[in-house]
């Protein structure tokens, strides 16, 4: 069956970047849109952009534009998320989730999140 | 942006119950709704797309309904497994967004 395994959890000083990993396995990796989204403790979840494994297209929230990057290695099955000028509001944990087979914009499966601490 | 307000933001419940969450969107989203449910330390989980499919797997006793704004999401005679936080999601246009949250605790 589908499933997405990400990188471990990373600390990280105000200022500085972070890069998650996302590696599909168990369906075409290039046959769907792999979103990212974060949730801090206690709040609902934040859509961050996606990016097209096949094309390498990406789309961004507005909030994140300048400060996010979203690529892929088709030879790897992997996608990344990478988030620059780290400030405290950026701690919270951080989910790849593919889009479902059925048509629209939702998401199954997710990864199991990658939790960003930072912290002076 | 299309704002999703849930309510209630908790409801205790006993096992056995129905449990009715609603979602309103701040705008008219046709039946682009999902609904997730979240495990302490867990990825949500997809139960209901297009405001009323059930995901394969997802037990009949989760239903959804409603289109346009406003949108139900019911559990028809709620389980012990079923104690978690639900989440509505818009993917009617970009920026997807979510609503808060609705936490289902035991009564």
């Known amino acids: 069956q589908a499933q997405l395994v990400q990188s471990g959890a990373e600390v990280r000083k105000p200022g500085a970047s972070v890069k998650v990993s996302c590696r599909a396995s168990?369906?075409?990796?290039?046959?769907?849109?792999i979103h990212w989204v974060r949730q801090a403790t206690g709040q609902g979840p934040e859509w961050m952009g996606w990016?097209?494994?096949?094309?390498?297209?990406?789309g961004y929230a507005q909030r994140f534009q300048g400060r996010v990057t979203m690529t892929r290695n088709i030879s790897i099955s992997t996608a990344y998320m990478e988030l620059s000028s780290l400030t405290s509001e950026d701690t919270a944990v951080y989910y790849c989730?593919?889009?479902?087979?059925?048509?629209?914009?939702?998401?199954?499966?997710w990864g199991l999140g990658t939790p960003v601490t930072v912290s002076p | 942006d299309i704002q999703m307000t849930q309510s209630p933001s908790s409801v205790s419940a006993s096992v056995g119950d129905r449990v009715i969450i609603t979602c309103r969107a701040s705008?008219?989203?046709?039946?682009?709704l999902a609904w997730y449910q979240q495990k302490p330390g867990k990825a949500p989980k997809l139960l209901i797309y297009?405001?009323?499919s059930l995901q394969s797997g997802v037990p009949s006793r989760f239903s959804g309904s409603g289109s346009g704004t406003d949108f139900t999401l019911t559990i028809s005679s709620l389980q012990p497994e079923d104690f978690a936080v639900y989440f509505c999601?818009?993917?009617?246009?970009?920026?997807?967004?979510f609503g808060g949250g609705t936490k289902v605790e035991i009564k």
């Open positions: 168990g369906y075409s990796f290039t046959s769907y849109d």
């Open positions: 705008q008219d989203i046709s039946n682009w």
């Open positions: 297009s405001a009323s």
């Open positions: 989730a593919r889009v479902s087979i059925v048509a629209g914009d939702w998401f199954d499966p």
């Open positions: 999601q818009q993917a009617s246009s970009f920026p997807l967004t």
């Open positions: 990016v097209n494994p096949s094309s390498g297209g990406t």
